[in-house]
């Protein structure tokens, strides 16, 4: 994607309870289902809606296989959004790959051999000029991306105490660049979706019989 095309949106994170985590689901028969694979650490996603409109909410379901012998862990909590006219895609990025201010982001560790599934949504807030037309430049792809920590070693301690506290732990300056050192970056392959002028579109739990559930 063309970094100097790209268009900074505003995001709404929808920040999941762990039992929603839990029951967070892909469905492989899914036909909006997503796939990326980075060595030997695999991620599957689904959207919820096939639709997106001016200030919908994009929600998707993505689990993550890991395949190595060691823990791996991802900011589950962290999302990010970013669109390029030029190429019509909504990139959406799960976990951190830098982390932002100066405590670290909450992570959830993923055992070796384990699977573990997440929800999570966004809301991109963009202006789409000559939205009409079968030549316009409307949104007509997303792309995830998810950012996995290999390298758990250096942020032990962290974690440790971020699961005894509610409050996220200081992030010490030496350990920004061990974390860029340790994320792998998973990229799917795009999804098509369909445009649509009608604001405050079909929400997540509407555009899927009998509701998504954990939002």
């Known amino acids: ?26 469905d492989f028969k899914d036909p909006r289902r997503a796939l990326g694979r980075e060595d030997d650490i695999k991620v599957d996603a689904e959207m919820i809606q096939e639709t997106i409109s001016p200030g919908s909410t994009i929600c998707i379901t993505y689990q993550v296989e890991n395949l190595t012998p060691s823990p791996i862990a ?73 950012n996995v920590l290999r390298d758990l070693g250096p942020f032990a301690n962290l974690i440790a105490m971020q699961a005894r506290s ?27 979706v369909r445009w649509t002028e009608q604001k405050n579109g079909p929400t997540a739990d509407a555009s899927r019989p009998g509701g998504a559930g954990g939002y």
Do not use: C
């Open 166 to 192: 509610a409050v996220a732990p200081p992030l010490p300056n030496d350990l920004f660049d061990k974390w860029a050192d340790s994320v792998s970056s998973v990229e799917l392959n795009t999804l098509p």
């Open 74 to 146: 991802i900011a589950d909590k962290v999302m990010a959004a970013s669109y390029d006219p030029d190429s019509q895609t909504i990139t959406m990025t799960v976990g951190a790959e830098i982390p932002q201010g100066e405590v670290m982001p909450h992570l959830t560790t993923i055992a070796p051999g384990q699977t573990r599934a997440f929800q999570a949504g966004a809301t991109a807030q963009f202006v789409v000029a000559n939205a009409h037309g079968p030549w316009a430049h409307v949104p007509r792809f997303v792309q995830i991306i998810v």
């Open 1 to 26: 994607m063309k970094s100097s095309g790209r268009i900074a949106v505003v995001v709404a994170v929808t920040l999941l309870t762990s039992a929603a985590a839990h029951a967070a689901h892909v």
